[in-house]
């Protein structure tokens, strides 16, 4: 089965979309496990002469990385939001469609 060039573009497109996915979601794994070894090195560290220079560290790479993750997001998700209006619409629908069940069921 051929494709035309429509199909082919659509299709490059899609590919294109599902890898900055997968790049995004591999970001935020290490977002996360970075989090977590900058919550331990918290949590063990001891008082020392370089200890106020290692937390400002510590939480400047925290403050930058959770900004540019936030922009990745963005980036990627650009008009795709967890609730879109389509979403909201076939909830409804489904909502309709079984409350007009259970109002048929019910014998008087």
């Known amino acids: 089965m ?4 429509d199909e082919e573009k ?16 591999l970001h ?11 919550s ?7 008082e020392g002469p370089y200890t ?7 939480i400047s790479t925290l403050v930058l990385w959770t900004v540019f993750i936030s922009i990745h997001a963005w ?3 650009k008009g795709r939001f967890l609730f879109k209006k389509s979403w909201e619409d076939k909830k409804a629908e489904k909502f309709l469609k079984e409350e007009e069940s259970v109002e048929t069921t019910f014998w008087e």
């Open 2 to 5: 051929k494709l035309n060039k």
């Open 10 to 25: 659509q299709l490059a497109s899609v590919k294109h979309q599902v890898r900055r996915i997968k790049i995004f979601y």
């Open 28 to 38: 935020l794994a290490l977002y996360i496990i970075v989090v977590g070894l900058i």
């Open 40 to 46: 331990l090195n918290f949590y063990v560290m001891e």
């Open 52 to 58: 106020s220079n290692i937390t400002g560290l510590n």
């Open 75 to 77: 980036i990627v998700f």
